[in-house]
């Protein structure tokens, strides 16, 4: 029984390795990259491992050569996959906005609208205290198309 046992290990272990493998990587696909391509990436050192040593047929020789590829990728190549794939996010449209100053050109009230120039834009703004004409602001967010605003400390 064992010597039958080792024989199809022997035999077939390879393509135990490379069946894994191909799961692996259609698991990959089919969750995106929510897991940063490492199971697209260890599921190909599994197929890579299988198919190096299929004519071996040394299960022995499958295990270590795929373990050596899983962790050379784990720790060498896994820092550049993640960099590669990181998904850079920007400020854009009405985000941008946020943290720039500008001038006030009516007067704002306490919870009351008033104008500014931010940029090259003239904005409604609103602010939680009383800001004259002539005041810097700065950008806090954005409620709608009125810009959430704070006096510049150190202004007038």
């Known amino acids: 029984m064992a010597e ?12 135990i390795f490379v069946g894994v493998g191909l799961l692996l990587v259609m698991l990959e696909l089919l ?15 599994f197929v890579l491992g299988g198919l190096v040593t299929w004519p071996f047929h040394i299960w022995g020789i499958t295990v270590i050569v795929t373990s050596v590829i899983c962790v050379a990728y784990v720790v060498i190549g896994r820092r550049y ?5 990181l998904v850079k996010t920007e400020k854009t449209n009405i985000d941008a906005i946020i943290g720039k100053t500008g ?3 009516q007067r704002v009230a306490r ?3 008033g104008r500014a120039r931010v940029g ?3 904005w409604k703004i609103r602010a939680e205290e009383e800001i004259e ?3 810097e602001i700065v950008v806090t967010g954005v409620k709608g198309i009125t810009l959430l605003v704070n006096k510049v400390k150190g202004g007038k």
């Open 4 to 15: 039958s046992t080792a024989l199809f290990l022997n035999t077939w272990f390879w393509l």
């Open 111 to 113: 919870n009351r609208d």
């Open 133 to 135: 004409v002539g005041d």
């Open 120 to 122: 090259n834009e003239r």
């Open 31 to 45: 969750l995106g990259l929510d897991t940063g391509l490492d199971l697209a990436f260890i599921g190909s050192t």
């Open 103 to 105: 001038l006030v050109t």
């Open 81 to 85: 996959v993640h960099k590669w794939t």
